[in-house]
């Protein structure tokens, strides 16, 4: 039996909503350098920050494990530069 599979977003150089409902977190890829903020809001770019990198590079990675973090609120990324958003 399968378990649940992850979502993901590609997100370029823009804030984006990933998912305006409670979410989990499960971790990123940085395919284009820049830097990049992970909230936990429904909507806008604010509220708690879940990850934050400054001058993140190509190839970079975070991965947050099977559990993941919970956004109770919502996921909300920003960014300078390219990153796949890893979410439920």
């Known amino acids: ?5 992850l979502g993901y977003k590609v997100v ?5 909503v ?8 499960f971790g990123l890829s940085v395919t284009g350098a820049g ?14 920050v879940l ?5 993140a590079t190509a190839g970079d990675t975070v991965d ?9 609120n919502g996921l909300t990324v920003v960014t300078t530069g390219t990153v796949v958003v890893l979410y439920t």
């Open 35 to 48: 830097n990049v903020t992970v909230y936990d809001n429904a909507s806008a770019a604010s509220g708690v």
């Open 1 to 5: 039996m399968m378990g649940d599979k």
């Open 18 to 25: 990933i998912k305006a409902t409670p979410a989990g977190f």
């Open 12 to 16: 370029n150089n823009t804030t984006t």
């Open 51 to 55: 990850y934050t990198k400054t001058g």
């Open 64 to 72: 947050f494990g099977g559990n993941g973090i919970a956004a109770n």
